[in-house]
């Protein structure tokens, strides 16, 4: 399912994706929506091969009234998004973690609400409200 987001004020066409365990974006975006690369490598692995990858972060990513803060993605080459070739380049995928901070997701003439998540115990999280925003992280 395709929607629109808001990443660091930046409209942005994206990819909903349950089975996707960590948000991505091509590099082109993340340079074009003006998150921050936190510099530290990484690798995900899927079921036919591995790729390397940069950490960055958002420090607001809004969909319709909720607004996450402080959402982690993978920065990935254009091409590992462009899986038919350039004709069909994906930027953004939104992934499970930001789903599991939502918590219960609706979507009710096409507008996403959300029961918000417990606090995780551990592990990464983002968090999520709707209608406010929180000071930048420092």
Do not use: W
């Not at 987001?5 to 996707?20: P, S, W, Y």
């Not at 959402?71 to 462009?82: E, G, M, P, T, Y």
């Not at 507008?111 to 918000?116: C, F, L, R, S, V």
């Amino acid at each position: 399912t395709t929607g629109t987001a808001v990443i660091e004020g930046h409209a942005q066409t994206v990819v909903l994706d349950t089975g996707t365990s960590i948000s991505a974006m091509s590099a082109t975006a993340a340079k074009a929506l003006g998150v921050h690369m936190l510099g530290q490598r990484a690798s995900a692995s899927s079921a036919t091969r591995t790729i390397e990858t940069t950490v960055a972060m958002a420090d607001t990513v809004s969909l319709g009234p909720l607004t996450l803060h402080h959402v982690i993605f993978l920065v990935v080459d254009d091409a590992v998004l462009a899986p038919a070739g350039p004709k069909y380049q994906i930027d953004v995928i939104i992934g499970l973690q930001v789903f599991m901070a939502l918590g219960r997701v609706t979507f009710h003439d096409n507008k996403p609400g959300a029961t918000p998540a417990q606090p995780a115990h551990g592990g990464y999280s983002c968090s999520a409200e709707a209608g406010r925003r929180s000071p930048p992280l420092e």
